[in-house]
């Protein structure tokens, strides 16, 4: 019988559990369960000292609780929760940790950003769409950081965590998220990022070198066009050209809060952060000289549960 894992991502918007196996062939992972629930434990880390609230400590310790008791119908031999930016940065991280630890007996694992920046980028190569790729750039954004790494030759070359998530940007930047960004806001926020990526000396390789993403942002962002495209995901192509995704940048940051919640597949967790997630990317991609990027769902926790069953492709 195959080895069976179980991971817990604990992100700065969701939480997800996957459930895995490695494939028949032992080159990639089977997907034996996977779920996802918005919890937005971030709220607050765009303050000068970051700290986690009393209602996201007690709302993403259930939550974790909820997805732990999910994996053991599927009888996990290894069961691994891991933390990003939102606990990592947050001055009561421990308090969170603590909280689920009495909850479940379960540690918690709060990776550092290269170590986030690895196992992202571990998790990509288990994706059979991206294993024919030599040499490309991935990018993760989330709620709390930006993750960007070089693979040359299946190797990776360089690994970085930027401050550049969409809930703490928003919370820097955006003073009323009820109503529509103020082209102000806008050009500050770009500014910002654009700074930041280029302080950081990040090299983006060739300009043929393919932009792969992964991340939340990009999964919603997809979504909402194929469904304006009269298509479900799955169903559309993988590869979001940067003009399709300005168009739907443009489009959100002129409505209200309360309009964006109309739009077919923009969760209403993710309608308050999404027009900065596509103004972060935008800029992103005008930094890396892209005209687009290609969508990947095989993201940090499939790192972990490959890194679990000894699944290493990429070094």
């Known amino acids: 019988m195959r080895e069976t894992v179980a991971v817990v991502d604990v992100g700065s918007n969701s939480i997800k559990l996957l459930v895995a196996q490695l494939a028949s062939n032992a080159d990639s992972l089977e997907t034996q369960f996977s779920e996802t629930i918005e919890t937005r434990i971030s709220t607050g880390i765009g303050r000068e000292l970051p700290s986690l609230t009393g209602a996201a ?13 999910m994996a053991q119908s599927y009888r996990p031999t290894k069961t691994v929760i891991v933390a990003t930016s939102a606990v990592r940065d947050a ?27 690895h196992y992202i980028g571990l998790g990509l190569s288990c994706d059979p769409a991206i294993q024919g790729m030599t040499s490309f750039i991935q990018t993760d954004i989330g709620g709390g950081s930006l993750e960007l790494i070089r693979f040359e030759e299946h190797h990776m070359q360089q690994a970085i965590s930027l401050q550049l998530g969409a809930v703490r940007l928003s919370e820097r930047f955006i003073e009323d998220r009820e109503a529509p960004l103020l082209p102000e806001t806008e050009r500050a926020l770009r500014e910002h990022v654009a700074e930041v990526i280029a302080a950081s000396d990040f090299d983006f390789g060739r300009s043929e070198w393919p932009l792969v993403a992964t991340g939340g942002a990009y999964t919603v962002s997809r979504a909402v066009l194929a469904a304006q495209a009269g298509l479900e995901m799955d169903a559309s192509s993988p590869f979001l050209r940067r003009a399709a995704l300005d168009g739907l940048r443009q489009q959100l940051v002129a409505l209200p809060l309360h309009e964006r919640l109309s739009i077919p597949h923009l969760p209403a967790a993710r309608a308050d952060i999404l027009p900065t997630a596509l103004i972060t990317i935008d800029t992103l991609l005008e930094c890396a000289q892209r005209e687009g990027l290609t969508h990947s769902l095989y993201n940090l926790r499939y790192g972990i549960a490959a890194d679990l069953l000894g699944l290493r492709q990429f070094a």
């Open 91 to 117: 001055i009561n991280g421990d308090d969170f940790r603590q909280s689920v630890f009495e909850a479940c007996g379960q540690p918690i694992r709060i990776l550092s950003g290269s170590e986030e920046a």
């Open 57 to 69: 400590i007690t709302g993403g310790t259930a939550t974790i609780v909820e997805l732990l008791r």
